[in-house]
């Protein structure tokens, strides 16, 4: 129907792939010719209207909430991330003493919670933590609020984090290793609002 | 000022998908709660839209959050996990289609009939974007896929002929004819 | 280690275990720094997501007690079995051992049966 004549040489297909590159690097045929602009504007025209429909029931659907959404939190499973036990001493040899892995990342990223303007993503334990004494590396992964200075935030989750685990665990941890991933910015979202209100 | 802000007032929803998916990974529940607030809606969307009704995408949407907890150890790119939990409920929603088709085809005759034809329907079109879902909801099941997967996930090219086992050329072909499709549908009505 | 899934445990005496696995369920609970007990069955597949606003507690498909607390009868005695979630400022170092002591009082007071084993895992900790 509409034949590669009518969009200056170019197919429906190539006009099509062209705005899903975002039209760059630009083509001045494509650009130049009203045919393919008509095309593009009514692919976007069809993008708009498909934006807005979603929008819509996206809405619908974030109004419902809840119900839907502690019934997911209820079906997983939280064991599937309980990882490593790892030991605590005690005098008597039939206690079993265990904090796990999963509880130890918590208080990981938890002692990260816990100095401003660092966030803590994915803690590794390297080491044979299930031997009581055997060296334990810490691996810890952040991110870092744009414009700190970061050697000091990660001075500060470095000893935040000795804290935690020698309150919580028996490791001999020899090493805090912290590597920044990202920067973030501050949220824009305003913060005051919510919390005034208490 | 920014320091000053109440600890713990929830800061993880404003925290960025690879950071939590990255915690959910770890176990943090917490973290996987904001992501299940964040996508849960667009994903339901995309789910009520594959199965044609809504009475199967709580279903649909909580196995696939369930398998994205299971999986998300798994997961290299943490920022790219909106996607993949689309590709997550993209398969779901196409099995749970697959499950049911013995019954479709006794059905047939109770499928919704195709409303678009039917004179009073016509006149009732009032906007581009009814047009545009009865439109979604006439073309080809491949190109729909396709359709889907770039305009709702935001997949690239090379996400959806991985997720569709198709080569990139089939996926820019099929997307370029459900656009036509669609285009010259929602043109009619205007 | 793996038939510690038999699902029936101290059927010869239901109602005296039953009876104990309640006070230890307590006397755990009563521990400061546990603010939840989980079910330590092993592969009961019921699940917690405590940390979410309303705190839901596992709870184990056993006949005679609603407690998560695990008590089994081996051949070499008892073996006990909580999981537990400790809360801040407590440290799972001490609250597991205080866990562990409440529970061997409690079976003193139940004429110290033998005991092959006390398993206290710290699962969470806030």
């Known amino acids: 129907m509409t034949s590669s004549d009518a969009l200056a040489g170019h197919t429906f297909e190539e006009l099509s792939d062209y705005l899903d590159r975002d039209r760059t690097p630009a083509d001045p045929s494509i650009d130049g010719s009203p045919e393919c602009q008509i095309a593009l504007r009514g692919m976007q025209r069809l993008r708009n209207t498909h934006r807005a429909l979603l929008k819509k029931d996206v809405e619908r659907e974030s109004e419902r909430e809840d119900s839907w959404v502690n019934s997911i939190l209820q079906h997983i499973n939280l064991e599937a991330r309980a990882g490593r036990d790892i030991p605590i001493s005690h005098p008597s040899p039939s206690a079993r003493l265990i904090v796990t892995e999963g509880a130890v990342r918590g208080i990981l990223r938890a002692a990260g919670d816990s100095v401003p303007n660092i966030i803590v993503g994915r803690c590794h334990l390297d080491g044979d933590v299930s031997v009581p004494g055997a060296p334990v590396i810490v691996r810890v992964d952040a991110t870092v609020l744009e414009g700190e200075i970061i050697p000091s935030l990660a001075d500060q989750l470095r000893e935040s984090v000795y804290a935690a685990l020698s309150q919580h665990t028996e490791l001999a941890v020899e090493a805090v290793d912290i590597t920044i991933r990202d920067l973030y910015q501050v949220p824009a979202p305003a913060p005051v609002k919510a919390s005034s209100d208490e | 000022m920014p320091t000053t802000r109440a600890p713990l007032a929830s800061p993880l929803e404003s925290f960025s998908d690879q950071v939590l998916a990255d915690r959910a990974a770890d176990g943090d529940v917490r973290a996987f709660e904001v992501l299940v607030r964040r996508y849960g809606p667009l994903m339901r969307v995309y789910a009520s839209r594959v199965l044609g009704s809504n009475d199967e995408m709580d279903d649909v949407v909580q196995e696939s959050f369930i398998t ?123 | 280690m793996s038939d510690a899934t038999a699902p029936g445990p101290v059927t010869s005496d239901a109602g005296l275990s039953s009876a104990l696995t309640d006070q230890l369920d307590e006397a755990v609970r009563a521990v400061p720094g546990v603010d939840a007990l989980y079910s330590a069955a092993p592969l009961v597949a019921t699940v917690v997501a405590s940390v979410i606003a309303t705190t839901v507690e596992a709870v184990t498909g056993r006949p005679k007690s609603n407690s998560p607390v695990a008590v089994d009868e081996k051949k070499g005695g008892l073996e006990i079995a909580v999981k537990i979630g400790v809360t801040a400022p407590y440290a799972a170092i001490d609250v597991s051992r205080r866990v562990h002591n409440a529970i061997t009082e409690q079976l003193g007071q139940h004429g110290n049966p033998d005991v092959a084993g006390i398993a206290v895992t710290v699962a969470r900790i806030d």
């Open chain 2, 68 to 190: 994205a907890w299971q999986q998300l150890p798994t997961l290299d790119n943490g920022a790219a996990v909106k996607s993949w939990l689309m590709r997550i409920v993209s398969r779901k929603s196409v099995d749970r289609i697959r499950a049911r088709r013995p019954h479709v085809n006794i059905d047939l005759t109770d499928a919704p009939t195709p409303e678009r034809h039917s004179p009073d329907r016509l006149a009732e079109a009032e906007s581009q974007t009814e047009a545009l879902t009865r439109a979604l909801a006439d073309i080809p099941e491949d190109q729909r896929r396709c359709w889907m997967l770039r305009e709702l996930a935001e997949c690239s090219y090379g996400e959806i002929a991985e997720e569709l086992e198709l080569p990139v050329s089939t996926v820019r072909g099929l997307l370029a004819r459900a656009r036509k499709t669609l285009l010259q549908e929602m043109e009619e009505w205007r």
